[in-house]
């Protein structure tokens, strides 16, 4: 396929070259510096969460993310791109019938959301999710 | 193409990594709107005699994202409900020298479902053709001794929302012929004309390009069935005419003014554009 | 209290004891995020709701610490177990000071 400017842009705004656009986090350290904050510097592992998040935001105001992590006592939300990292900590009680919780967030821009979740035993657990969020046009 | 009907709740999520593959297609998807696991919605079915450009109509509702889509299937989803809510307390409160509310002559809200269907419509004895704007202002200055609502204000948004909501699911059928006519003629003139610096009618963009990209955007139809509508870009509820007022800016142009009779003759033409979907509003768009 | 606040909780009004019930909850709020600057360039103060909590006769469903990465009219919703009849108690907290109180009552039978 000849990709000319024309048809580059219309990839890039629909997210299909997600490679030739897989931006740098531009506050990569400050989110280490949330969730090491949240960890107390514990290593973080991998799988036990499930974060659902869109591929591609139609807007960026309001980005509809799942996070689940059974066994978790709580679970904190980060993204990388916005101007302050951290989105919200859940903390489940004894009555929570699941470590399940949906909520809707803002991203300024393409970016990782990173869900951390504190485990029973005091271990800690990641997943991330990167959501391409376009901008511009019309709305119509 | 994946089909999914959306009726709210957890289901659509897991169904948006399939859609998403398909997103590089602007055009309509194929989904079906359910509202409250209760009211089916047409959001596509043949276009009137009247509409030449296509065969085919589709509310906006078709153009936008399993998430966007999701917003609307349930009302409790439905960020646009809260001032639905709202409209629904002033509904029964008292205003004006007459001490009369809404509902002292028109009753409970529910006796007002079809009436946003048939909206703009002829007022005979006015003479004119008339949006539910007008006519919610004219039972405020007139019948309840009121100050009028500003047309595009919270207020009088709301309360349109409130009455498109249970019209929710009945199919838009604005009247075009009789003596409505003139008017329709005028606002399909004004559908046609280029206006702007860069000379941009509707139908360039709505007619000509719907299912394109605009920028990172979808290009709809430009169906006015689910208004007044809850965008996620200024979260808030918008006025139709205020719609046409940001569409036309965007040509850089000088635009008419909300509840200008250019707008109401236009809203009359594009409204008719729709017969035959569902009044879906207070709808949720990007 | 910040002007137009007003809550919404979806909850079944019935359940069975020991039963997982799915809760949505939503409130009008603007979640000013303090990074936004007004007409003449001066940064608009933040003001958010910073904490939602639910807890159920006095024991706790869930407790969500809020940032401005929160969409505005602020959405959640998750699951809770209901071990007898009783009320959902559900609280949001404002920067501003003020509290947002929402009951809802669940019978078990």
Known sequence: MELNRRKMLVLGTAGAAVTAFGALPAFASATEDAIAEFTGGADVGEGGVELTAPEIAENGNTVPIEVSAPGAVAISIFADGNPTPPVATFKFGPLAASQFASTRIRLAGTQNVIAVAEMEDGSFKQASANVKVTIGGCGG | ?286 | MAEGVKPRVKVPKKASAGETITIKTLISHQMESGQRKDDDGNVIPRSIINRFVVDFNGENVIDVQMEPAISTNPFFEFEATVPESGDFKFTWYDDDGSVYEETQTVTVG
């Open chain 2, 1 to 286: 193409m994946t089909k999914t009907t959306v009726t709210g709740g957890r289901l659509i999520i897991a169904a948006a990594a399939s859609a998403f593959a398909l997103a590089a297609y602007a055009g309509p998807d194929e989904d079906e709107l359910v509202v409250n696991e209760d009211i089916e919605m047409v959001t596509k079915t043949d276009a009137p005699d009247h509409v030449d450009a296509f065969d085919t109509i589709y509310s906006g509702w078709r153009f936008r994202s399993d998430e966007t889509q999701a917003l609307q299937a349930d009302d409790f989803d439905n960020p646009a409900m809260l001032w639905v809510e709202q409209a629904a307390e002033v509904w029964n409160t008292a205003a004006g020298s007459e001490e009369k509310s809404c509902s002292s002559c028109h009753n409970d809200v529910d006796s007002m479902a079809g009436v946003k269907a048939v909206y703009p419509k002829w007022n005979e004895d006015a003479g004119e053709v008339r949006t539910l704007e007008m006519q919610i202002n004219d039972c405020r200055e007139n019948r309840m001794g009121a100050e009028p609502w500003k047309y595009t204000g919270g207020d009088m948004t709301n309360m349109v929302a409130l009455l498109a909501s249970v019209s929710r699911g009945m199919p838009v059928n604005v009247a075009i012929d009789g003596p409505a006519q003139s008017t329709w003629e005028q606002g399909k003139e004004i559908y046609y004309t280029r206006y702007g610096q860069l000379e941009l009618s509707c139908a360039n963009c709505h007619e000509d390009n719907y299912g394109n990209m605009i920028r990172a955007d979808h290009l709809s139809q430009g169906q006015i069935n689910g208004f007044p509508t809850y965008r996620l870009k200024n979260t808030k509820l918008n006025a139709v005419h205020a719609r046409f007022k940001g569409c036309i800016r965007d040509t850089r142009a000088h635009t008419f003014s909300p509840g200008s009779p250019e707008f109401v003759a236009l809203e009359l033409y594009v409204a008719s554009r729709g017969n035959g979907l569902s009044v879906e509003g207070p709808s949720v768009r990007n």
